[in-house]
């Protein structure tokens, strides 16, 4: 399974990716399955800075965790897990390669 990791950090340049391994995106997968069901979120207001961070896995899912939630999508379909701790964004967080997340960006 091919994944890439996304941290939403910039606007108006490239945000940081990195590939993920398999290894750890089956553990990442695993996290997800474990977390309880929440209800979607009210939108959020644009803000600048750290936005969450996405894990894009071919040809499905994509999750995007941020402030201890967790969504899933999945051929079209919309899940929403509470991530108590933020363990999935810090585990996802965790695998960026040194050098690729800027300093102090990320930060919770």
Do not use: N
């Amino acid at each position: 399974m091919a994944c890439l990791a996304i941290a939403l950090v910039f606007s108006g340049r490239p945000d940081p990716t990195w590939a993920v391994g398999d290894a750890d995106a089956e553990r990442l997968q695993a996290l997800w399955a474990e977390m309880q069901p929440a209800q979607a979120p009210e939108p959020a207001h644009l803000r600048l800075g750290y936005r969450g961070v996405e894990l894009r896995c071919e040809p499905d899912p994509v999750y995007f965790a941020y402030g201890g939630l967790l969504k899933s999508e999945i051929a079209g379909a919309v899940e929403w897990r509470l991530d108590t701790g933020r363990t999935f964004e810090r585990s996802l967080l965790s695998t960026a390669p040194d050098g690729v997340l800027p300093p102090g960006v990320v930060e919770f």
